[in-house]
C-alpha cells in the first residue's frame, strides 16, 4: 500500500533562510509525486509535481522538489523563505496510472521576520 | 488554467436539514471528481470518488446515504450531506481531474465550511 511520511509537523524559518520540507514515500510501484500548499481557510494550491520525466521539478513561488527513489524521498525546498510562505504543505502520492491521492499529515511553514 | 470552484464556501444550517455543495471546473472537463473531509489541523481525508455519469466509490467508513454525491456533467459534481447533524460540521474540499488539465493531477476548491448547529 502507499503511504507518504512528512518529516517534521512544524518547521520555522528565518525569513531568508532556506526551506526544507521532507517526504518520504512508500509505494510498489514508480509513483506520481505532488506538493501542495494551503492557505488558512482555503483548498489546495498544486506547486509542483513529478510524474517519471526530469527528477529534478520545479514548481511556482520559487519552490523545487527532487524526486530520489533510492532514498524514496521527496524533499520541498526554496533557497530564500518569504513571509508570504507560510502556511501548510502537503506531500501526496499517486499510482502510475493515477489514481486517487494518499496525502501525508502535512508541514506547518512559519517564516520569522 | 485548470480551476476549480466550490459554492457556497460557507453554510450554517440547523440540525437535521440537508446542505448541497456544488464543485465545478470552470476551465476544463473533469472526468474524475474527489469529495475530502479536512478536520482543523488536520491533513485530507478522501470521502469518495466520482465519475462522470456512473456512481461515486466511497471510502471505507462513510456512510453513502449520508453523503450524497451526484456527478451528473463533465463540469459538476456536487456532495448532499443530508440530515445533518453537529458532528458532520468540517471543511469540505473537492477536487477534479481531467486529461487536458494535466496527467494525474488533482485540482482543488476553495472548500466549504459546515457548522451545524
Known amino acids: 500500500a502507499q503511504s507518504v511520511t512528512q518529516l517534521g509537523s512544524h518547521v520555522s524559518v528565518s525569513e531568508g533562510a532556506l526551506v526544507l520540507l521532507r517526504c518520504n514515500y512508500s509505494s510498489s510501484v514508480p509513483p506520481y509525486l505532488f506538493w501542495y500548499v494551503q492557505y488558512p481557510n482555503q483548498g489546495l494550491q498544486l506547486l509542483l509535481k513529478y510524474t517519471s520525466a526530469a527528477t529534478l521539478v520545479k514548481g511556482i513561488n520559487g519552490f523545487e522538489a527532487e524526486f530520489k527513489k533510492s532514498e524514496t524521498s521527496f524533499h520541498l525546498t526554496k533557497p530564500s523563505a518569504h513571509m508570504s510562505d507560510a502556511a501548510e504543505y502537503f506531500c501526496?502520492?499517486?499510482?502510475?496510472?493515477?489514481?486517487?491521492?494518499?496525502f501525508g499529515t502535512g508541514t506547518r511553514l512559519q517564516v520569522f521576520p | 488554467g485548470a480551476v476549480v470552484s466550490q459554492h457556497p464556501s460557507w453554510v450554517i444550517c440547523k440540525s437535521g436539514t440537508s446542505v448541497k455543495i456544488e464543485c465545478r471546473s470552470l476551465?476544463?472537463?473533469?472526468?474524475?471528481m474527489f469529495w475530502y473531509r479536512q478536520f482543523p489541523k488536520q491533513s485530507l481525508m478522501l470521502m469518495a470518488t466520482s465519475n462522470e455519469g456512473s456512481k461515486a466509490t466511497y471510502e471505507q467508513g462513510v456512510e453513502k446515504d449520508k453523503f450524497l454525491i451526484n456527478h451528473a456533467s463533465l463540469t459538476l459534481s456536487t456532495l448532499t450531506v443530508t440530515s445533518a447533524h453537529p458532528e458532520d460540521s468540517s471543511f469540505y474540499i473537492c477536487s477534479a481531474r481531467g486529461g487536458l488539465a494535466g496527467v494525474g493531477t488533482q485540482y482543488f476548491g476553495p472548500g466549504t465550511r459546515l457548522l451545524v448547529l
Open positions: 476551465d476544463f472537463q473533469a472526468t474524475t
Open positions: 501526496a502520492v499517486s499510482d502510475n496510472p493515477p489514481d486517487k491521492l494518499i
